[in-house]
C-alpha cells in the first residue's frame, strides 16, 4: 500500500509542491518522493518544508500562554487545523518511463492535484542504483544550500541500503568526480553523510 502524503499544487519542469493532507505531517529532508500521471512517474526530492496560514499575509499568532502543553493549544482552539497548511518542495531529479528510470527532467511538470507519495524501500533502492541524479542536487540554486540536500538525500538513501556503508562510499567517489575542482563543496557533503 502506498503511503500518500500529500497532492500537488504547484508545478514546473524542475520542481513541484505539494499540500499534506495532514498538518505537521511532512516528510523528512532529502526523501524521496513520487508523483505520477497516466503516462510518467516523476521523482522529487525533499528540499525545503514549511507550516503556514492558509489565508497568505496573514501569520499565526501565540495562542498557548495559559496552556500546558502543545496539544492543549489546539484542543482549545480546533479552528487552527483548518487555518494551516503544511507543505513540501521536492526537487524533481527523475523519471520513469515503463521500466526504465531516467536520472534527468521529464518531458512535462508534474500535474496539478496528482497524488504524492513516500517511495518504498525497494523503489528508493532501485532509484539509487546510479548517482546521474547527483548533478541536479549538485547545481541547484534554492533557499537550502545544495550542500544539505545532498547529503541529506543521500543518507536518507543510504537507510534502505542492504549495505549502507558501501553504498555512501561509492557515493562519495561520484561525488569526488563531480567536485574535483571544488574540494570544500565535497568536505561538506561527505561530513553530512556521517549523520
Known sequence: ??????????????????????????????????????????????????TSS????????????????EEAIYQSNPQLLKLLKSEFNALIVGHRL???????????????????YACSDDEIRSFSQSFAFLILLLNTHRPVPPEEIT??????????????????????????VLLSDNFSQLKVILGRLKA
Not at 492558509?54 to 495562542?63: D, K, M, T, W, Y
Not at 536518507?156 to 562519495?172: K, N, S, T
Request: contains cysteine; glycine residues 10%; hydrophobic residues 40%.
Open 1 to 50: 500500500m502506498e503511503e500518500r502524503l500529500g497532492e500537488v499544487i504547484e508545478a514546473t519542469t524542475g520542481e513541484f509542491v505539494a499540500q499534506c493532507y495532514e498538518l505537521y505531517r511532512l516528510p523528512p529532508l532529502g526523501s524521496l518522493v513520487k508523483t505520477r500521471d497516466e503516462a510518467v512517474e516523476l521523482y522529487g526530492i525533499v528540499y525545503q518544508a514549511a
Open 54 to 69: 492558509l489565508e497568505p499575509g496573514r501569520r499565526p499568532i501565540a495562542r498557548g500562554e495559559d496552556e500546558t502543553s
Open 98 to 116: 515503463g521500466d526504465k528510470i531516467y536520472q534527468h527532467l521529464p518531458p512535462r511538470p508534474a500535474h496539478i492535484h496528482s497524488f504524492v
Open 151 to 176: 547529503g541529506a538525500a543521500l543518507r536518507e538513501m543510504g537507510r534502505v541500503q542492504e549495505d549502507r556503508h558501501a553504498f555512501l562510499v561509492a557515493a562519495g567517489k561520484e561525488l569526488a
